[in-house]
C-alpha cells in the first residue's frame, strides 16, 4: 500500500529554520504531484506548497512565500519543504500528500490528493 512518511519536525525559535522530508513508498504509479498542508490547533487544515512531478512548477500559500521551498527528488520518491524565517504561526501540524491525477500542474484542494502523510510536529516559539 502507498505510505506518506513526514520527518523533520521540531521546536524551534523565530526566525529559525527546519527542513521537512517526506518519503513516498508502496507507489502503484510512476508520476504524482506532491503537496505540503498544514493543521494549527483549532483551525481547519490549509494549503502550504505543491509540486508538479518534474519540479517545473510550484506553488505556495501567500502566507509562506518568499520563505518557505518545495523541492522533490523523484530517484528517492521523497519531497522536501524547506522552511527558513519561521514565525510562531507557522506552528502546525504539517503534513504531506500525494495526488497521482495531477502531472503537470498542482493543486491546492486538500480534497483532490489521494494519499496523506500522518504529520509531523512544528513547533515555533516567540
Known amino acids: 500500500q502507498v505510505q506518506l512518511v513526514e520527518s523533520g519536525g521540531g521546536l524551534v525559535q523565530a526566525g529559525g529554520s527546519l527542513r521537512l522530508s517526506c518519503a513516498a513508498s508502496?507507489?502503484?504509479?510512476?508520476?504524482?504531484?506532491m503537496g505540503w498542508f498544514r493543521q494549527a490547533p483549532g483551525k481547519e487544515r490549509e494549503f502550504v506548497a505543491a509540486i508538479s512531478w518534474r519540479g517545473g512548477t510550484t506553488y505556495y500559500a501567500d502566507s509562506v512565500k518568499g520563505r518557505f521551498t518545495i523541492s522533490r527528488d523523484n530517484a528517492k520518491n521523497t519531497v522536501y519543504l524547506q522552511m527558513n524565517s519561521l514565525k510562531p504561526t507557522d506552528t502546525a501540524v504539517y503534513y504531506c500528500?500525494?495526488?497521482?491525477?495531477?502531472?503537470?500542474?498542482?493543486?491546492?484542494?486538500?480534497?483532490?490528493?489521494?494519499?496523506w502523510g500522518q504529520g509531523t510536529q512544528v513547533t515555533v516559539s516567540s
Open positions: 500528500a500525494l495526488d497521482y491525477r495531477t502531472i503537470d500542474t498542482v493543486v491546492v484542494g486538500d480534497y483532490e490528493y489521494d494519499y
Open positions: 508502496g507507489l502503484t504509479f510512476s508520476r504524482y504531484a
